[in-house]
């Protein structure tokens, strides 16, 4: 993970500075015969609304040699954050887990039923 401080009126500075360091950690990986996959990065701006409104969303950054652009929530360690840090979109995915837990237990408990 990385984590930086935006100043919004040096976004091109960070954006540059971001895939520096995106570079440096895929050169360290290749050396020890690892891959970063860019399918599986996910590039996202914390801060208020009023700040992120000031903020073209649009770029992205270079991750081995691919383009990322910027999520708008990202999980981490089961935690769904969105820009904002409000925690709406956790909640929301919350909600709907405990359906989907029942239905699964239900679905385990018809297939054991039956294969007595």
């Known amino acids: 993970m990385l984590y930086t401080v935006l100043a919004t009126s040096r976004l091109n500075v960070l954006l540059s500075s971001l895939t520096e360091c995106s570079d440096a950690v895929s050169e360290y990986f290749q050396q020890n015969a690892l891959l970063l996959n860019p399918d599986k990065t996910e590039p996202v701006i914390f801060g208020t609304r009023q700040r992120l409104s000031t903020i073209d969303g649009t770029h992205g950054?270079?991750?081995a040699?691919?383009?990322?652009?910027?999520?708008?929530t990202v999980k981490l360690l089961g935690v769904t954050l969105d820009?904002?840090?409000s925690f709406d979109q956790h909640d929301l995915s919350l909600t709907h887990k405990p359906n989907e837990i029942v239905d699964s237990h239900f679905i385990i408990r018809m297939l054991f039923k039956n294969s007595y």
């Open 65 to 72: 040699s691919s383009s990322v652009h910027f999520s708008d």
């Open 61 to 63: 950054i270079t991750v």
């Open 83 to 85: 820009q904002t840090l």
